[in-house]
């Protein structure tokens, strides 16, 4: 997108790992809004970081459930009504609850099927939230040209938005991820089923799959299965660091001619 000046941002999960870099990167590139959004009230730490950097408050702290409806429509009329029409999302948040899809319990010899609870918390965070989120910013971009008596882009006027999901390596599927795998394949579709539609408003949608970045939820797999699983399988031979994916973000966001999906993976192909 043209001119991050006079674009607003929304990113959830920006409390830590690659949302927190994500809202440092484009602070730093001149940003002219960002609401950061989390259920970790840390957020507002990394709020105050940005806005320390520039030196105004440019950064506007949300702590709240990114699947509730009504705190998502609240973050969106809260920064309409103070900065202006958000143009840029990158859904962030997300959950892992792994766990093998089928497995005989040692104790009782029964089969135990991967719970349902924890496939639907899944799907609600990872996948149907993000989704919303990247609706309701198209929604307001939509109301706005609208109200400008504007219907269908023209290229001439420019990119009006722009959405990056967040997928994963595991899309393709992943031992013990069956839910979290499923939701990132998931994101796929659907920024594939907005950008076709999005594009009568000027919003571009694309999806970025990062590989094992050092974050929070990577570094909860432990020590021994990064050292034993993870980095034996990665060509640089170490974790993403988040501001690289960061980045690649930025990458898509500035470049219009950037669509689909980019994988940042380091070279991880998993083992045989």
């Known amino acids: 997108m043209d001119n991050l000046g ?10 830590g790992g ?5 809202a440092l990167d484009l602070t730093k590139r001149g940003i002219k809004g960002l609401a950061l959004v989390d259920f970790n009230e840390r957020v507002a730490d990394v709020a105050k970081a940005c806005n320390d950097f520039v030196g105004k408050a440019i950064a506007h702290a949300f702590i709240g459930d990114t699947s509730d409806e009504q705190f998502r429509q609240s973050v969106f009329e809260t920064m309409e009504q103070s900065v202006g029409t958000p143009t840029i999302v990158v859904p962030a948040a997300g959950i892992t609850r792994d766990g093998l899809a089928v497995r005989i319990d040692k104790e ?3 089969v135990v099927l991967y719970p349902v609870d ?4 899944t799907v609600e965070i990872n996948m149907i939230a993000p989704v919303y989120w990247a609706m309701q910013m198209i929604g307001g971009i939509a109301a706005k040209r609208k109200k400008e008596g504007l219907k269908r882009w023209n290229p001439e006027e420019g ?3 722009a959405i990056v999901f967040i997928g994963s390596i595991a899309s393709s599927g992943n031992v013990g991820q ?9 994101l796929e579709g659907a920024a594939s089923t907005l950008m076709a539609e999005s594009m009568y408003y000027g919003v571009r949608c694309s999806v970025i799959h990062p590989g094992f970045t050092d974050t929070p939820m990577v570094r909860a797999l432990g020590d021994d299965y990064i050292n034993s699983k993870v980095l034996p399988q990665t060509q640089l031979k170490r974790l993403i660091k988040p501001e690289e994916i960061a980045d690649a ?4 966001l500035t470049n219009s001619a950037v669509s689909g999906e980019l994988w940042a993976d380091a070279g991880w192909r998993p083992s045989a």
């Open 6 to 15: 006079i674009q607003v941002a929304v990113i959830t999960g920006a409390a």
């Open 118 to 121: 924890k496939f639907r918390q």
């Open 178 to 186: 069956v839910s979290y795998s499923s939701t990132k394949a998931g």
């Open 108 to 110: 009782s010899g029964e």
């Open 18 to 22: 690659i949302g927190e870099a994500l």
């Open 159 to 161: 990119i009006q938005g």
């Open 249 to 252: 973000i930025c990458f898509m």
